[in-house]
């Protein structure tokens, strides 16, 4: 039963992530080139850090299974994916302040 309910928070957390970044490009539909690119920038930051917090609950999902080999792999690429969503939020920042 705790696998459905990480499966629905990932899924609550991808619907919310991809309605927030829809809301998003509606909004910059009549920006500036700098302000549209510093949006796809963030809109890649959210996906990244989104694509890294599902890559953990899939490694403890498969902790609790039994299969330990991939959870090696996915305590290594979780926090990559985050970090790397982080590194393209403050590049977006600093595009978009420039």
Same mark, same amino acid.
């Given at each position: 039963?705790?696998?459905? &309910?990480?499966?629905? @928070? *990932?899924?609550? =957390?991808?619907?919310? %992530? ?34 890294? &917090?599902?890559?953990? @609950? *899939?490694?403890? =999902?498969?902790?609790? %299974? ?33």
């Amino acid at each position: 039963m705790p696998i459905l &309910v990480d499966v629905a @928070v *990932v899924i609550v =957390m991808w619907t919310a %992530v991809l309605t927030s970044l829809r809301r998003r490009t509606r909004v910059t539909a009549t920006a500036s080139a700098q302000d549209r690119r510093s949006e796809r920038l963030m809109s890649a930051a959210g996906i990244c850090a989104t694509v890294g &917090v599902t890559l953990l @609950v *899939v490694g403890l =999902m498969m902790d609790s %299974v039994g299969m330990r080999g991939l959870l090696t792999v996915f305590q290594w690429a979780a926090p990559i994916a985050i970090g790397a969503g982080a590194v393209l939020s403050g590049y977006a920042a600093w595009v978009k302040a420039r």
